[in-house]
């Protein structure tokens, strides 16, 4: 299944200038959907992870879909204040801003073999922070996965050292 027949281009938004991959027609397709969550197993399975950790909030959509899949354990990175319990913190760079993100301290075990899963990578801030964040809890990073890359905006370049896979790629805007 061509997964590009499922994501929607909205021009100027959040903000004039950028152009937003819609992911919600796939997810809102059950085979799209199925296709997404296989392609991300296939391309990360012998990674043999213990755990995903999935960026607020579409990092959610798929990582959970993808631990399953993979037979591991989902972390939730939520934005600053989100979370319950005692917490680490990363801020980064947007394409088109700041923000930051947390983890709980109790959620990746030292040594454990982390996944780091996005829908999309942009400049590589959100994913290069949540990698960050695995690392300072003593995991391990053993690779990055997305549904799409936004390959003109160099994001790869951030997660120099971390095996990178996307199912999709768009290399010009």
Known sequence: MDLNNFVRDI????KPGIVFKDITPVLASAEALDAAVAQLAAATRDLKVDVVIGAEARGFLLGAA????????????RKPGKLPH??????YLLEYGT??????????????RVLVHDDLLATGGTA??????????????VGCAFLIELGFLGGRSKLAGYDVSSVLRYDAE
């Open 66 to 77: 993808l631990a399953r899949e993979l037979g591991a354990g989902f972390v939730l990175a």
């Open 99 to 112: 923000d930051a993100l947390e983890l709980h301290t109790d959620a990746v075990a030292q040594g454990a």
């Open 86 to 91: 005692e917490t680490v913190r990363a801020e």
């Open 11 to 14: 021009p100027d938004f959040p």
């Open 128 to 141: 290069r922070a949540l990698c960050e964040l695995v690392e300072q809890l003593e995991g391990v990073v």
